[in-house]
């Protein structure tokens, strides 16, 4: 079985100032790890994906994400956050010998204040 | 090119009615899923298609919820005799196949709202 944890519901930063959100995971199968991001009334839009070829991931919109095994966490990362970062972020996680279907966190809404 | 396209985008109806929901994938994707995302229980899974293979309805909340995928392309999710609880965004999304892997990431359609009287 598969499961996600997203720590903190609801983050608020200034803007320019490091974005830091939260995912565990669980799984007894290696795992395929995505950030999704989702602005109002709109579907999920990719971030990032977690391939195994590289435990640092570069997504769009200057996100990154560090694949810590040993902590079994999927952290995204942001080095200066922009008025226009505000939104909803989903951590998710699939299995190869599942279909593909994924298992969401719970979400973090991000607050961006100037 | 395009990209997933769902039907209608809101739909308000009274309790005890059916409603149909309409999936268009990206063209080529052999893999599509619906999921449900609502303020109680977040983003579920409820059923997956790969090709012509037997859909994974495991996700399915109850046999008032079914879904049928026809000519392996447009998807219609029906729920039948709706309840409030049913109230939710109900999402789309595509893949080039259904493995999962990273490589064939998933692409969501922007969603239906329905809301249930």
């Known amino acids: 079985a598969q499961s996600v944890t997203q720590l903190g519901s609801h983050v608020s930063v200034s803007e320019g100032a490091l974005v830091l959100l939260r995912c565990n995971y669980s799984?007894?199968?290696?795992?395929?790890l995505f950030w999704y991001v989702q602005y109002p009334n709109q579907g999920l839009q990719l971030l990032l994906k977690?391939?195994?070829?590289?435990?640092l991931v570069k997504g769009i919109n200057g996100f990154e994400a560090e694949f810590k095994k040993s902590e079994t966490s999927f952290h995204l990362t942001k080095p200066s956050a922009h008025m226009s970062d505000a939104a909803e972020y989903f951590c998710?996680?699939?299995?190869?010998?599942?279909?593909?279907?994924?298992?969401f966190g719970q979400g973090t809404e991000l607050s961006v204040k100037p | 090119g395009a990209g997933v396209s769902q039907s209608p985008s809101n739909k308000v109806t009274e309790k005890g009615k059916d409603v149909e929901l309409r999936c268009d994938p990206i063209?080529?994707?052999?893999?599509l899923y619906w999921y449900r995302q609502s303020l109680g229980q977040g983003l579920e899974f409820l059923i997956y298609?790969?090709?012509?293979?037997?859909?994974?309805k495991s996700g399915l909340p109850s046999d008032r919820f079914s879904a049928e995928r026809t000519g392996g392309s447009v998807s219609t999710l029906t729920i039948q005799r709706t309840q409030q609880e049913d109230s939710a965004v109900y999402l789309c999304?595509?893949?080039?196949?259904?493995?999962?892997?990273?490589?064939?990431?998933?692409?969501f359609g922007d969603g239906t709202r329905l809301s249930i009287l």
């Open positions: 999304a595509s893949s080039l196949s259904g493995t999962g892997e990273p490589n064939q990431p998933q692409h």
């Open positions: 298609f790969q090709g012509n293979s037997a859909p994974d």
């Open positions: 799984s007894s199968v290696p795992p395929y």
């Open positions: 977690y391939t195994s070829a590289a435990t």
């Open positions: 063209s080529g994707h052999t893999a």
């Open positions: 998710a996680v699939s299995a190869h010998n599942q279909g593909g279907k994924l298992i």
